[in-house]
């Protein structure tokens, strides 16, 4: 170990409700945190306008006011927030393990929580980043509640699509569901819970051409990709159901992951196949994807890594 090297009781990789929430309870364990925040300070919440179903705000809250409460709360305690990203891990052998910042600096880590998250898949069209928040989203069980009585669509084929559209239809006048291929690949039972539904209208063979609106959301014009034909309609929500890519390329050397990157725990714990690391929030959860969950996981993280400093007492 050169003498530039920083040696750290626990890292946490990651920033967000699961990253804050695990930093205010490893800081308050007096395991000095250390949090890279990552490429979006703050995660997924950052780009999203209020927040309304996060217990503690019955007004609601703005999501990156939210997020800046959770920075002030884990500062409080005394976690050394620090804007970076990690870049090389290398967990062979025993901790302390050694991880890179920004490709230049290098420390070590007897604990490490990875709480990157997962970030939502986009179809890449200019108005859906204009409109992001005025009525575009990309989780219907987080903003759904706003388009109460009024139509919305929602692209997407799989499983969490058709669960998402039906949620949807629950609460909306109408629900156009956007397929570009001439079937599902939801499983059977999602597929007939969609198709039974007198309020969704599915779409196949469908793409967005644009969103349309100024200052929201006003309707979408699609196109047959059989005919080519192209026909405008009016919407007041725009739902994107496409996946989710969870943030954890660098860790795929040495953490067991599902096959699109999801990191695999032990179910019941934050724990990883990897003596001392844990991981919280969306980078290991492709089900709830709720702030209120991430952050109970970011508080499992913690108590997992200061369970494991004690048995250890080495440090």
């Known amino acids: 170990?050169?003498?530039?090297?920083?040696?750290?009781?626990?890292?946490?990789?990651?920033?967000?409700?699961?990253?804050?929430?695990?930093?205010?309870?490893?800081?308050?364990?007096?395991?000095?945190?250390?949090?890279?925040?990552?490429?979006?300070?703050?995660?997924?919440?950052?780009?999203?306008?209020?927040?309304?179903?996060?217990?503690?705000?019955?007004?609601?809250?703005?999501?990156?006011?939210m997020m800046e409460m959770f920075r002030k709360q884990a500062e409080r305690f005394g976690t050394d927030i620090r804007y970076g990203m990690i870049t090389k891990v290398d967990f062979s052998g025993k901790p302390p393990y050694r991880l890179q910042v920004d490709e230049k600096h290098d420390i070590l880590a007897e604990t490490?929580?990875?709480?990157?998250?997962?970030?939502?898949?986009w179809l890449g069209i200019p108005s859906e980043t204009k409109l992001n928040g005025r009525g575009v989203s990309a989780c219907a069980v987080c903003d759904g509640f706003f388009f109460r009585g009024k139509d919305?669509?929602?692209?997407?084929?799989?499983?969490?699509?058709?669960?998402?559209?039906?949620?949807l239809a629950k609460i909306c006048s109408k629900v156009y569901m956007l397929v570009r291929r001439d079937e599902f690949r939801a499983s059977k039972p999602m597929q007939q819970r969609v198709l039974n539904t007198p309020n969704i209208?599915?779409?196949?063979?469908?793409e967005t051409d644009e969103i349309l609106g100024e200052d929201k959301v006003t309707g979408v014009r699609v196109k047959n990709r059989k005919t080519g034909a192209t026909r405008e309609i009016d919407i007041q929500g725009f739902f994107v159901a496409i996946g989710h890519q969870p943030n954890t390329e660098v860790f795929k050397p040495f953490i067991t992951m599902d096959e699109t990157g999801y990191i695999q725990t032990i179910p019941g714990t934050s724990k990883t196949n990897i003596e001392g690391v844990f991981a919280c929030g969306d980078a290991q959860d492709?089900?709830?994807r709720q702030a209120v969950t991430a952050a109970g996981s970011g508080c499992m993280a913690a108590l997992d890594a200061e369970r494991y400093m004690a048995a250890k007492q080495t440090f």
Do not use: W
């Open 152 to 167: 919305v669509a929602i692209v997407g084929a799989g499983d969490t699509a058709c669960e998402e559209a039906s949620y």
């Open 1 to 65: 170990m050169s003498e530039t090297t920083e040696h750290i009781e626990c890292l946490i990789v990651g920033s967000g409700p699961a990253g804050y929430t695990a930093a205010i309870y490893a800081a308050r364990a007096d395991m000095k945190p250390v949090m890279y925040a990552g490429m979006q300070p703050g995660g997924q919440l950052t780009i999203t306008t209020d927040v309304e179903n996060y217990p503690g705000f019955p007004d609601g809250v703005m999501g990156p006011e």
């Open 112 to 121: 490490v929580i990875i709480a990157t998250g997962a970030s939502a898949k």
């Open 286 to 288: 492709k089900v709830y």
């Open 201 to 206: 209208e599915v779409l196949f063979d469908t």
